[in-house]
T-cell receptor, first 110, second 117 residues
Framework: RKEVEQDPGPFNVPEGATVAFNCTYS??????FFWYRQDCRKEPKLLMS???SGNEDGRFTAQLNRASQYISLLIRDSKLSDSATYLC???????????FGTGTQLKVEL | DAGITQSPRHKVTETGTPVTLRCHQT?????MYWYRQDPGHGLRLIHY???????DKGEVSDGYSVSRSKTEDFLLTLESATSSQTSVYFC????????????????FGAGSRLTVL
């Protein structure tokens, strides 16, 4: 099993929709998580950090299910500007130990 | 935005030639990283540095070397470029290596797109 698995998508949703995608991880020692967004041909940028069971930041909510070892990202009221690839990154200790998922592509359409 | 710049941003070279990519930061962060990103693989760590002249290997270090003579600069060298090293290279920085997730949030440079013919 890969350390981090994400559905590559693309998820095509209309503007205003709610969309959620999951990230499964294999290392049960992962205590915290990062979600990065990456626009096409750009660098990844931190979207959200998750240090406990979840986190909410405006339209974005992350929920962690430790029993099933997955973390989800929910985006409400999708905007065209949300179109990007979302990378899941479990944290097990140390910046040199981050394992990046391959990302889930989201396309928000009119 | 964090002060982290990469150069060159684009480079086309031939197999067997040496290539050096530069990462420069103005944040005085202790940790610096070099990643490569390829379709289907996500970001993979090549080398990282935890201080001046202190470096270590990452997941995909074969064929690459690094140097860090100053806090602000981290160089990635391909001694003899191969076509398999065609990729997008990202430099990243983080504040610290302590066991604190918040200190290990990575900030990335804009990337260097390398094509080896």
């Amino acid at each position: 099993r890969k350390e981090v698995e994400q559905d590559p998508g693309p998820f095509n949703v209309p503007e205003g929709a709610t969309v959620a995608f999951n990230c499964t991880y294999s290392n049960s020692a992962s205590q915290s998580f990062f979600w990065y967004r990456q626009d096409c041909r750009k660098e990844p940028k931190l979207l959200m950090s998750v240090y406990s069971s979840g986190n909410e930041d405006g339209r974005f909510t992350a929920q962690l299910n430790r029993a099933s070892q997955y973390i989800s990202l929910l985006i409400r009221d999708s905007k065209l500007s949300d179109s990007a690839t979302y990378l899941c990154v479990p944290y097990t200790g140390g910046g040199n130990k981050l394992t990046f998922g391959t990302g889930t592509q989201l396309k928000v359409e009119l | 935005d964090a002060g982290i710049t990469q150069s060159p941003r684009h480079k086309v070279t031939e197999t067997g030639t040496p290539v050096t990519l530069r990462c420069h930061q103005t944040e005085n962060h202790r940790y610096m990283y070099w990643y490569r990103q390829d379709p289907g693989h996500g970001l993979r760590l090549i080398h990282y540095s935890y201080g001046v002249k202190d470096t270590d290997k990452g997941e995909v270090s074969d064929g690459y070397s690094v140097s860090r003579s100053k806090t602000e600069d981290f160089l990635l060298t391909l001694e003899s470029a191969t076509s398999s090293q065609t990729s997008v290279y990202f430099c990243a920085i983080s504040e610290s290596g302590v066991e604190d997730p918040g200190a290990n949030v990575l900030t990335f440079g804009a990337g260097s797109r390398l094509t080896v013919l």
